[in-house]
């Protein structure tokens, strides 16, 4: 299957399925996806496409903290707990993400 429709799998409804994608992509990682694979950590409407971009973003070392506060301001709850684990080796490095990760402990859904 070709890398860029491994990518549209993301957006699948079967979870496994997106788990396999994730790891054919960051087994088969072309330079090429990058682009679209932030723009699905970014902006995507599913929010589990949004979390598996984010972690392949993380893997690959392309992850910018600028990324993270955008994931740290989302709506869902499974985006925001995601964004918080892979802001954790970041927090003392970065005041943004200090700052944006203390607002959130007041967050009305407690996986948050």
């Known amino acids: 299957m070709e890398p860029s429709k491994l990518v549209e799998l993301l957006r699948s409804d079967v979870g496994p399925l997106r788990d396999q994608a994730q790891r054919l992509?960051?087994?088969?990682?072309?330079?090429?996806?990058?682009?679209?694979?932030?723009?699905?950590?970014?902006?995507?409407?599913?929010?589990?496409?949004?979390?598996?971009?984010?972690?392949?973003?993380?893997?690959?070392?392309?992850?910018?903290?600028?990324?993270?506060?955008?994931?740290?301001?989302?709506?869902?709850?499974?985006?925001?707990?995601?964004?918080?684990?892979?802001s954790e080796d970041r927090l003392g490095g970065s005041a943004d993400l200090s700052e944006r990760v203390i607002e959130l402990a007041d967050h009305p859904d407690v996986s948050v």
Request: aromatic share 4%.
């Open 25 to 86: 992509i960051l087994q088969r990682w072309d330079k090429t996806l990058l682009s679209r694979v932030k723009s699905f950590a970014s902006d995507d409407a599913t929010p589990l496409a949004r979390i598996h971009a984010l972690s392949i973003l993380k893997v690959r070392g392309e992850l910018s903290d600028s990324m993270l506060l955008d994931a740290l301001k989302s709506r869902s709850a499974e985006v925001l707990f995601v964004a918080l684990r892979l």
